[in-house]
C-alpha cells in the first residue's frame, strides 16, 4: 500500500494546485500539455462550434453566412446542422456498440481452463433465459457460446428490434414503436445515419433527429447494454468494493503501470498478470518493492469495480499519470486516449503501450493484444513495464500527495441487494426497487440524477461534476455516477460513505440505514446502460411509464461524440437530459427546437444546454420537483 494517507475529502484547488506542479516539471523536459494546446486552438472556428460548416461532399466546404444562406447543393442552416448531429451520434453508437461486440466475441472465446472463463454463469442463464436458449442439463460454455453468438447477430440481424428492448416497461416499448426508434440490427443504424447524411439524401430536421435517436437507441439499448452484460458474465457482475482513488494511488517505490481506455479484456489481463509471482519477483530485481497497477478513464472504472484497483485519475488527466514521471507503462486500448501521451512519453523514461488495431499512434510501442493470445500478450507488457523501472529518472518523480477513500461497484444488481438487506424486501432472485421507489415517494429522497460522461477542457477540470453532485446530494437528491464523472467524485472524495456528510437530512439517513454512499459508483461509459436498466426497473416496479420518475440525466463537462449518443438514448429512453457543453448546434434554430423542446412529444424527455452550473442545478432540481407534482407525491 502506499505510504500517502488518505484524506477524506479533496477540494477541487488542491487538485489543481498538484497538476500546476506537474505542469512545471512538463516545462522543465520541454514537455507539451493539453493546457497548452487548448490555448492554441483558441478561439475555436464560429462555424464549427455553431456547426453550420458541411463538408460531406467535395463542392465546398460549405459554410452558412448571412450572405450564404444555403450550401452549393443548397442545404439550409438546419439541414447541416443535423446531418452533423446525426453523424456524431453515430461516431458514438458505433465506437460504444463496437467496444460491446468485441466483448461478446471475447464470449464466444472462453473456455475452461482458458485465459477467459465465465465468472458470473448466474448472470448468463438470465441472459439465456431471457433469449431461449436452452439451459437445462448443458455445459456452461455451450449456453456462453450460444448467447455470444445470438448477441453477435443483433449486430447484423436482417429482420426484427433489439433484443434487450423488451426489458423496458411496456408502456415505453410501445412510445419506441410510435415514434418509429426502435432499433433494428445495430450496424443497421450506424449505417443508415451514414446513408442518411451522405450528399443528396436527408436534410430535414425532424428525420434526422428522428434518426438520431434511434442510433443512440441502437447503442444504449443494443452494442452498450451488450457490452455490460457480456462483461459481467466473462469478468463477474459488480459488487461493492473499497478503492483509493486521486494521482497519490501512484507508489514511488513500486513499478506503476497505468491502464487506460475502455475494454476490460485488456486491462483484466493486465491485472492478473500484474499479480503473477514471477513478474512480482522480477520487479524486485529491477529494484521495485511490487507492482501497482492504476487507471484512468473507464478503465479505471472497471478494473476498480471489479478488483479493487486504484483509480488515478479521469480524461484530462491522462497527461499527468505521465509528467508524475513515476508511470513505468501507460497500456492503453481504445477511446479517449490522446495521442499526445506518445511525444509525452518521450520527454520521460514511460511506455506508452498501444495495444489494439484500432487505436495506433505515433510514438507507441505496439504490442498487439489478441483475445486468442490474451495471456502471452499480457505477460509480455507487464514484463516491458517491470524492466523500465531501471530507467526511471529519480529526479523527476512527483506523485501528488492526493489520495481518498472510493466505494465502487454499484451494479444494478448489487443496488437491489442493498436495499434487500435493510427490508427484507427480497421477492425474487433479482430483487426489487420498491424501498427506493418508497423512500421517494414519502420524500425522503426527493429523486435521483445519473451524472455521467467526461471532462472537457472548454470548461474547469471537474468544477462542474463535483459542485452539481454536492448541490444534489445536499437536497436530497441521490446520484448514480459513471465514467470520468464517477471519477471526478472518487477524487473529491464523495464516493466514500463520509460523504454522508454532505447530505440533507433524508438522503443521510438512508445512507446510514443502507450503508452505501450518497453518490453511486455504477462503472464506465458503457455502463450507463445499467442506468437504463435501473430506471425501467424503478418504472416498472413503480406502475408508471420511465419518463415519470423523479429521475433526470446530467453531462456536464462532456466531449466525445460517445457522449452526444448517450444523450440520445437516455432522452429516448424518457430521462431528461442536460448538458452543460452544446453539441455543436447552436447554428440550426430548428434543431435547438426540436432538441431542446418538441422531441419531448415524441419521447417524454428532452434536453437542457445550460453553461451556468449554478443556474444547471437550480433547473435539475426543478425539474425533479415537477414531475414529483405531476406524480402527487
Ligand atoms: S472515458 S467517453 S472521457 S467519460 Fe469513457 Fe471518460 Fe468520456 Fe472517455
Known amino acids: 500500500m502506499s505510504d500517502m494517507n488518505t484524506s477524506t475529502f479533496i477540494t477541487l484547488e488542491e487538485m489543481e494546485a498538484a497538476t500546476d506542479a506537474l505542469l512545471e516539471t512538463a516545462k522543465k523536459v520541454g514537455a507539451d500539455t493539453w493546457q497548452q494546446r487548448a ?94 436458449v436452452e439451459t437445462e442439463g448443458r455445459d456452461i460454455y455451450d449456453i456462453a457460446h450460444e448467447v455470444a453468438e445470438i448477441g453477435l447477430m443483433e449486430y447484423g440481424k436482417p429482420f426484427g428490434t433489439q433484443r434487450f428492448l423488451k426489458r423496458a416497461p411496456e408502456v415505453r416499448q410501445k412510445v419506441w414503436h410510435d415514434a418509429g426508434i426502435e432499433p433494428r440490427a445495430i450496424d443497421r443504424e450506424v449505417s443508415q445515419s451514414m446513408h442518411m447524411t451522405h450528399m443528396g439524401c436527408s436534410s430535414l430536421p425532424e428525420a434526422l433527429v428522428r434518426q438520431s435517436l434511434r ?35 501512484m507508489e514511488k517505490d513500486m513499478v506503476n503501470i497505468i491502464v487506460h481506455g475502455h475494454d476490460p479484456s485488456l486491462s483484466e489481463m493486465v491485472v492478473f498478470y500484474s499479480q503473477d509471482p514471477e513478474m512480482v519477483a522480477l520487479a524486485k530485481e529491477m529494484g521495485a518493492k511490487g507492482i501497482n497497477v492504476a487507471g484512468v478513464c473507464c478503465t479505471a472504472n472497471e478494473v476498480a469495480m471489479r478488483h479493487g484497483i486504484p483509480m488515478a485519475g479521469n480524461f484530462l488527466q491522462q497527461e499527468n499519470v505521465v509528467l508524475t514521471g513515476a508511470c513505468e507503462a501507460i497500456v492503453v486500448d481504445v477511446q479517449c486516449i490522446f495521442p499526445a501521451l ?20 505515433p510514438d507507441s510501442d505496439y504490442l498487439e493484444f489478441n483475445e486468442a493470445t490474451a495471456g502471452a500478450n499480457a505477460r509480455k507488457i507487464v514484463e516491458t513495464a517491470v524492466r523500465n523501472f531501471k530507467n526511471r529518472k529519480p529526479e523527476l518523480v512527483n506523485i501528488p500527495n492526493l ?40 420524500g425522503v429522497l426527493r429523486g435521483a440524477v445519473a451524472l455521467v460522461g467526461c471532462n472537457n477542457p472548454r470548461v474547469r477540470h471537474d468544477y462542474s461534476h463535483i459542485e452539481l453532485m454536492k448541490k444534489m446530494i445536499a437536497n436530497d437528491i441521490i446520484c448514480i455516477v459513471s465514467g470520468c464523472s464517477a471519477q471526478a467524485a472518487a ?79 437516455v432522452v429516448a429512453t424518457g430521462i431528461d437530459t442536460f448538458l452543460g457543453i452544446d453539441p455543436y448546434t447552436k447554428g440550426g434554430p430548428q434543431v435547438v427546437k426540436l432538441l431542446q423542446g418538441d422531441i419531448k412529444d415524441w419521447v417524454g424527455a428532452n434536453f437542457t444546454v445550460e453553461l451556468d452550473m449554478e443556474k444547471m442545478g437550480d433547473m435539475m432540481i426543478e425539474r425533479i420537483e415537477e414531475k414529483r407534482k405531476a406524480l402527487n407525491i
Open 403 to 442: 489520495k481518498t477513500n472510493a466505494t465502487v461497484g454499484y451494479s444494478v444488481e448489487a443496488i437491489k441487494k442493498c436495499l434487500d438487506g435493510v427490508t427484507n424486501s427480497h421477492v425474487d432472485e433479482v430483487g426489487t426497487t420498491k424501498p427506493l421507489i418508497d423512500c421517494i415517494k414519502s
Open 342 to 361: 506518445g511525444p509525452l512519453s518521450k520527454c520521460f523514461h514511460t511506455k506508452f503501450i498501444t495495444t489494439s488495431p484500432i487505436a495506433q499512434m
Open 215 to 249: 442510433a443512440g437507441m441502437s447503442d444504449g439499448w443494443g452494442g452498450s447494454m451488450m457490452g455490460t452484460e457480456m462483461s459481467d458474465v466473462l469478468f463477474g457482475t459488480p459488487k461493492p468494493v473499497d478503492t483509493n482513488a486521486n494521482l497519490g494511488v
Open 491 to 569: 477524487k473529491a472524495g464523495l464516493l466514500s460513505k463520509e460523504a454522508k456528510n454532505l447530505c440533507g437530512e433524508g438522503l443521510k439517513r438512508v445512507c446510514e440505514l443502507v450503508d452505501i454512499p450518497p453518490i453511486l459508483h455504477m462503472g464506465s461509459c458503457v455502463d450507463i446502460s445499467r442506468m437504463m436498466i435501473l430506471a425501467s426497473d424503478i418504472a416498472k416496479d413503480w406502475n408508471v411509464d420511465i419518463c415519470d420518475v423523479p429521475v433526470i440525466g446530467c453531462a456536464p463537462e462532456y466531449m466525445s461524440e460517445k457522449a452526444v449518443s448517450i444523450g440520445n438514448y
Open 39 to 132: 490555448k492554441n486552438q483558441t478561439p475555436h472556428c464560429k462555424f464549427g462550434e455553431e456547426g453550420i460548416c458541411c463538408r460531406i461532399c467535395t463542392m465546398g466546404p460549405c459554410r452558412i453566412t448571412p450572405k450564404a444562406p444555403r450550401g452549393i447543393c443548397g442545404c439550409d442552416r438546419d439541414g447541416i446542422v443535423a446531418r452533423n448531429y446525426l453523424r456524431f451520434t453515430a461516431g458514438g453508437a458505433a465506437t460504444h456498440s463496437d467496444h460491446g461486440r468485441n466483448i461478446t466475441h471475447v464470449l464466444y472465446l472462453s473456455k475452461e481452463g482458458g485465459d477467459y472463463q465465465v465468472k458470473d454463469p448466474e448472470k448468463l442463464i438470465r441472459i439465456a433465459k431471457e433469449w431461449d
